[in-house]
């Protein structure tokens, strides 16, 4: 009876409703569940491999590294139980690494893509060799990962790379007109080497803070109005606990890298127009020759597809395909549609090239 | 009232007319804003505050480095630039002993190739003698 009450009564719902509201605000959600073991690190970075759920000889033969963006933690891909790409593909089947880049400190100011594609990166895949008993393998890069993973894939390609999967990946910055990024940090309003002097780093909270000023009703406004409409709703409540537990814990960039993205690729379009040098070695995308499967998601407002679309026509793959999927940035792979189509189509395009 | 089921089996929400129009407010709202943002007036105000920032606050930022590192100095404390370099060797030496790792690994899995490969039956493989199998002994000191 005292529970009936309590559910009924209006003053004890909305009470109920304010802590919910609260709770999911203030606190951090359990996320990045899937058990994995740490094989490798170096200076911040770690490599990990998730525990396989399938016996070996039902596991695809090429193990599958995923690298994220640098600026962001890569637990959005093992975001909650239930809904984790990592899950989803462990129970399809592939022997899964994760390169989490870690948060660089002061120290590592002077990192650029340079240290990152040919030092780390490589170092890493050795091990990942070494480990799977397997000289080739698969790469799938998100975001400013996907600049890391083509970069690497140009440069050293030929060191057993065979699938490359990008996911919404800023490469081309020639349409300066679709870029509001492009726009905030023209060289006439934005001095990079006047920030970078002062903070070292670039801080997470000011990528944070320029990520969320794309669409600011949506990111400071609407994103809690929804929260509020759906408080009665324990699964939804669940999985923005967990996006906002995401999205809150910020990275800083190293300096070394944003003067490259915001000087090399966003004023002077370097990759695309193959004039970008990492240490000396001038990266041509006509040198990919793996196997490419590039996903776009229609409502990007930080990548929109126009950065995306022209690596199809300049690298060398003959195996390579454009997928469109409806979804933002994010939302393609952590999404509530995610494991409909995207998470499908990248298993279904990757398992047939691992074997 | 209220509590009553419609004609499809849905409750009567009194607050839906109030969201939807606020639905439509925030729809307005953002758009507005998304375009504000994109405009070159945002980029130039939003550019000339951070420099303004910048400006202002570098001369008391150089002042607090200054400070600390004379006072660093003065109580024989490494300063922050001493300890930025250490960290950086720190990670050259670690990718110099991963690249030993990674030596070493391969040398045992030739190791292992070589002795898990069938022989031929007259050949037989070099056997460790005793005498070096058997551990050194501790040298003489001298001391009793």
Redesign the interface.
């Known amino acids: 009876m005292a529970e009936a009450m309590a559910t009924t009564d209006p003053v004890t719902a909305a009470a109920e409703r304010l802590q919910t509201l609260n709770k999911a605000m203030t606190t951090k959600a359990v996320i990045a569940q899937t058990p994995k073991e740490l094989v490798w690190t170096l200076n911040k970075a770690k490599l990990y491999r998730y525990v396989p759920v399938l016996r070996k000889e039902k596991r695809h033969p090429i193990p599958l590294l995923l690298v994220f963006a640098l600026m962001n933690r890569p637990y959005i891909l093992d975001l909650r139980r239930g809904h984790s790409f990592v899950e989803y593909m462990l129970n399809k089947g592939y022997d899964l690494y994760l390169l989490d880049w870690g948060v660089p400190g002061p120290e590592d100011k002077n990192l650029r893509f340079d240290d990152y594609t040919l030092d780390y990166m490589p170092r890493a895949i050795r091990k990942l060799k070494a480990i799977s008993g397997v000289q080739e393998f698969s790469l799938l890069g998100w975001c400013i990962g996907a600049i890391l993973t083509t970069i690497y894939a140009a440069l050293r390609g030929d060191e057993g790379l065979r699938n490359l999967i990008l996911l919404t990946a800023p490469l081309d910055f020639s349409n300066k007109q679709s870029l509001t990024f492009a726009r905030w940090t023209d060289e006439r309003y934005f001095d990079v080497d006047k920030v970078l002097a002062a903070f070292g780093n670039m801080p997470g909270e000011m990528i944070d803070y320029g990520a969320k000023a794309l669409k600011p009703v949506e990111n400071y406004v609407g994103n809690y109005v929804k929260l509020w409409d759906n408080i009665d709703d324990p699964r939804m409540v669940e999985g923005w606990h967990a996006m906002n537990t995401w999205v809150t814990d910020n990275v800083p960039l190293a300096g070394g890298v944003f003067r490259q993205l915001i000087v090399d690729l966003y004023r002077d379009d370097k990759l695309m127009r193959g004039e970008l040098l990492i240490r000396g070695e001038r990266v041509e995308l006509s040198r990919i020759h793996a196997n490419l499967l590039t996903v776009i998601a229609e409502g990007d407002h930080i990548t929109p597809s126009c950065q995306s679309e022209p690596v199809m026509s300049k690298v060398s793959s003959t195996d390579k395909e454009l997928f469109r999927v409806k979804g933002g940035h994010i939302g393609i792979m952590a999404g509530s549609g995610a494991s409909k189509y995207t998470w499908p189509h990248i298993d279904g395009w990757l398992a047939s090239r691992s074997q | 009232m209220a509590e009553d089921p419609t004609q499809d089996g849905k409750r009567l929400d009194p607050m839906e007319p109030w969201?939807a129009a606020?639905d439509l407010y925030?729809d307005a709202?953002?758009k507005t804003?998304?375009d504000m943002?994109?405009s070159?007036a945002?980029?130039?105000a939003?550019?000339?505050m951070?420099?303004s920032y910048?400006t202002v606050?570098?001369p008391f930022?150089e002042a607090v480095e200054k400070a600390m590192l004379k006072t660093l100095e003065q109580m024989a404390m490494p300063s922050?630039a001493d300890?930025?370099s250490i960290?950086?060797r720190m990670?050259n030496i670690?990718?110099r002993l991963?690249?030993l790792d990674?030596k070493l690994?391969n040398i045992q899995r030739l190791i292992v190739k070589v002795d898990g490969a069938p022989r031929p039956q007259s050949a037989k493989a070099p056997q460790p003698s005793r005498k070096k199998m058997t551990k050194a002994k501790p040298a003489k000191t001298g001391k009793k």
């Open positions: 969201r606020r925030m709202w953002g804003m998304v943002v994109n070159e945002y980029a130039q939003t550019g000339a951070l420099d910048m606050s570098a930022r922050r300890v930025l960290a950086e990670t670690e990718m991963d690249d990674a690994d």
